[in-house]
T-cell receptor, first 111, second 111 residues
């Protein structure tokens, strides 16, 4: 059971570099989410996709873009990384009002 | 006002005692409510889900929902050292399927 798979698990970027975080789920879920987690801040919603073909901004979307490539995949792109984007990023998926399942997280450091 | 608020600081409880966590939410359109547990360096995992007013019990965990007062709580009975973790409250919306989290509460169970 793969569930929700995120790649990479760890990444170090230099300020100004770009990168894409990948997320794929094999549970046939309609909705997918990207969160960031900083110490003492809980999970803050960056973007989400309620269904294939739709994306919406969350609480902290600035500096990020997303693509819902198909029902399985939802990617998060940092066009020009900044030290403030150093964080742990989690992807999650769910269907309807049910529970969300999380990937293992990506630890991103921007220097 | 934040969408989902968990205002209590770290909670220390003796082994065998009851731990009580509270969460308030701002949007009366909220439809689904969740408590997640997160160990340090790990992904969040579901503890309880609750959708209607009242209590829901699962083993040593009880979730309580009061939609009129816009709060949801979690009780952990007979607390064990393995319950030491951060507990995250989450609120979901059926219309757009947004899923928002609070900042979490750290629980430390003292043997």
């Amino acid at each position: 059971n793969a569930g929700v798979t995120q790649t990479p698990k760890f990444q170090v970027l230099k300020t100004g570099q770009s990168m894409t975080l990948q997320c794929a789920q094999d549970m046939n879920h309609n909705s997918m989410y990207w969160y960031r987690q900083d110490p003492g801040m809980g999970l803050r919603l960056i973007y989400y996709s309620a269904s294939e073909g739709t994306t919406d901004k969350g609480e902290v979307p600035n500096g990020y873009n997303v693509s819902r490539l198909n029902k399985r995949e939802f990617s998060l792109r940092l066009e020009s990384a900044a030290p403030s984007q150093t964080s742990v990023y989690f992807c999650a998926s769910r269907t309807g009002g049910a529970e969300a399942f999380f990937g293992q997280g990506t630890r991103l450091t921007v220097v | 006002q934040k969408e989902v608020e968990q205002n209590s600081g770290p909670l220390s409880v003796p082994e065998g005692a009851i731990a009580s966590l509270n969460c308030t939410y701002s949007d009366r359109g909220s439809q689904s409510f969740f408590w997640y547990r997160q160990y340090s360096g790990k992904s969040p995992e579901l503890i309880m889900s609750i959708y209607s007013n009242g209590d829901k019990e699962d083993g040593r965990f009880t979730a309580q929902l009061n939609k009129a007062s816009q709060y949801v709580s979690l009780l952990i009975r007979d607390s064990q050292p393995s319950d030491s973790a951060t507990y995250l409250c989450a609120v979901g919306y059926y219309g757009n399927n947004r899923l928002a989290f609070g900042k979490g509460n750290q629980v430390v169970v003292i043997p």
